[in-house]
């Protein structure tokens, strides 16, 4: 009689799965990565690239591709001039006129050729009010503007919280704790799994593995 192998035999998850950290472009695992600006970070690279703080997913500034805390470091470096970066709603506020002085007549010349220029180019009333962020984008599930005080950021993009779900059952998902495929969410298990995992692949957490079928033993008569 032929004695049969009873081990397992399994392989690991293919390595080409696991992408490059944009911070250090090291190989990012699934245990250790968190998902910003459509790409996958190490939760310790993920940092304010001007204060090296640590960030969030979903919950920092972006310009160019690069990540910076709200605040003080995207509003100091991008920001428009004067803006009150409190929240959502914020004011661009006009300096105060110096009424100490009296003015010369080359001064008020110059002030009122100044106001006639400004004039002709400033916003309207309503466009005065605004965040540091400036336009608000169009969310990629419903088209329509992403507001401040609504938005979350995943995938490189702002989306309304209610709209950030998952392609397949729409369930809602959190910033950085979802999976992606050609630049839509899928939560990771089953919806990911069942569409684009490796066949066979146990979904159980981190470090799964392929098994091979155990080969059946043979009879002999």
């Not at 009873?6 to 950290?21: L, V």
């Not at 790409?39 to 919950?59: E, F, P, T, V």
């Not at 591709?65 to 661009?92: D, E, M, Q």
Request: charged share 25%.
């Amino acid at each position: 009689m032929r004695r049969t192998n009873q081990n397992q035999r399994f392989h690991s998850t293919p390595n080409n799965m696991a992408s490059k950290c944009p911070k250090c472009e090291k190989t990012v695992y699934f245990a250790e990565k968190v998902a910003s600006l459509g790409k996958d970070w190490h939760k310790l690279c993920l940092k304010c690239d001007r204060c090296n703080k640590l960030l969030n997913a979903g919950g920092h500034a972006e310009h160019d591709g690069r990540p910076y805390c709200h605040k003080p470091c995207y509003a100091a470096l991008f920001g428009p001039k004067g803006v009150n970066i409190g929240g959502a709603g914020s004011y661009v506020y006009d300096t105060p006129a110096n009424n100490n002085t009296p003015p010369t007549s080359v001064d008020s010349a110059s002030k009122a050729e100044e106001k006639r220029a400004y004039a002709a180019k400033a916003p309207s009333k309503a466009g005065s009010i605004t965040t540091f962020s400036g336009e608000a984008n169009l969310c990629p599930r419903c088209n329509k503007k992403v507001y401040f005080a609504e938005k979350v950021t995943s995938l490189g993009k702002d989306w309304h919280r209610p709209c950030l779900r998952c392609e397949r059952c729409s369930k809602t998902l959190a910033p950085g704790s979802h999976a992606e495929h050609d630049g839509q969410p899928y939560c990771h298990k089953p919806c990911y799994a069942v569409l684009f995992g490796p066949k066979g692949v146990n979904t159980g957490g981190v470090g799964s593995y392929v098994y091979d079928k155990e080969p059946s033993a043979v009879t002999q008569p």
